[in-house]
């Protein structure tokens, strides 16, 4: 079944891969993705050996990827930094608390559709048992097997509603 009914943020990150030409799955590779999508939005991606982090030095974005992490944990971050610089204005270190919280959990959310985007999902045939589903999608897309375990889940989710809905 074909799922067509995109919210405004799968719509966004589908957009961003459409106008990369990265169409699906034989075409998606995180280190092309990178530097594809830094190239694109003018971002400069750093690795180093602290935490990872985005900022806008000057009107100068800049990601910077802890470097000692999996290659999985590194994409996951990129997603999450790149969340920050595309829907965040101003400095964490300036909000309160629950703000500060909530843009975290924005740049999150964000993570888990770019790096397993809905419309390349709504491709996969599913194995039957969602561990063999976890294991697939955390292969084919380059994520820790939770994080593939967290986004399937919010795929069954979004699917069961708009079943429900129609």
């Known amino acids: 079944m074909r ?14 891969y459409h ?8 075409s998606f590779n995180c280190d092309e993705l990178i530097a594809m999508i830094s190239e694109k939005f003018d971002i400069s ?11 806008n030095l000057g009107g100068k974005y800049r990601i910077f990827l802890n470097e000692n992490q999996s290659p999985q944990k590194i994409w996951q971050d990129f997603g999450h930094e790149l969340g920050h610089i595309l829907i965040h204005e101003g400095h964490q270190q300036s909000m ?36 063999e589903a976890i294991g697939l999608i955390s292969t ?3 994520v820790e097997p939770e994080f593939a375990e ?16 129609t």
């Open 3 to 16: 799922i067509a009914n995109f919210s405004l943020l799968e719509d966004m990150v589908s957009s961003i």
């Open 96 to 131: 309160v608390e629950s703000f500060r919280i909530y843009q975290e959990w924005q740049a999150e959310k964000f993570a888990y559709y770019f790096c397993i985007p809905t419309f390349m999902l709504n491709e996969l045939v599913m194995p039957k048992h969602k561990c």
């Open 19 to 26: 106008s990369l030409a990265v169409t699906d799955l034989a």
């Open 45 to 55: 991606t750093y690795y180093f050996d602290e935490a990872s982090e985005a900022n």
């Open 140 to 142: 084919l897309f380059n």
């Open 150 to 165: 967290t986004r399937l889940d919010k795929w069954l989710r979004s699917r069961e509603a708009i079943l429900l809905n």
